[in-house]
Nanobody, 120 residues
Framework: QVQLVESGGGLVQPGGSLRLSCAAS????????VAWYRQAPGKSRGLVAS???????NYADSVKGRFTISRDNSKNTVSLEMTKMKPEDTAVYYCYANMETTPGYYHAYWGQGTQVTVPS
């Protein structure tokens, strides 16, 4: 019942911008850390950015200065603003959240993934 749904993926030209959004729904008590991961063709899934419940952020070196992660705790949403995009950013992007769905119990949840393509 509890799920994460991403939106905003698509095709963007090099140097362009794109914003991804992720919304959590269902029976949720609280949400701890939230993050964005991505998986390029032939590559393993890697962390892009994360943000704690208190707003502390962490970014992969490859996206520092270009991507910004944010969250709205009142709406249970997280966004990833991507700017100055490069072909290397092409990947399927996944939303991740460590959520408390039953008091005292936390579990990892993943979105279905959304494709982002930056042509060469």
């Amino acid at each position: 019942q509890v799920q994460l749904v991403e939106s905003g993926g698509g095709l963007v030209q090099p140097g362009g911008s794109l914003r991804l959004s992720c919304a959590a729904s269902g029976k949720i008590v609280s949400i701890d850390i939230v993050a964005w991961y991505r998986q390029a063709p032939g590559k393993s899934r890697g962390l892009v950015a994360s943000i704690s419940s208190g707003g502390t952020t962490n970014y992969a070196d490859s996206v520092k200065g270009r991507f910004t992660i944010s969250r709205d705790n009142s709406k249970n949403t997280v966004s990833l603003e991507m700017t100055k995009m490069k072909p290397e950013d092409t990947a399927v992007y996944y939303c991740y959240a460590n959520m408390e769905t039953t008091p005292g119990y936390y579990h990892a949840y993943w979105g279905q993934g959304t494709q982002v393509t930056v042509p060469s």
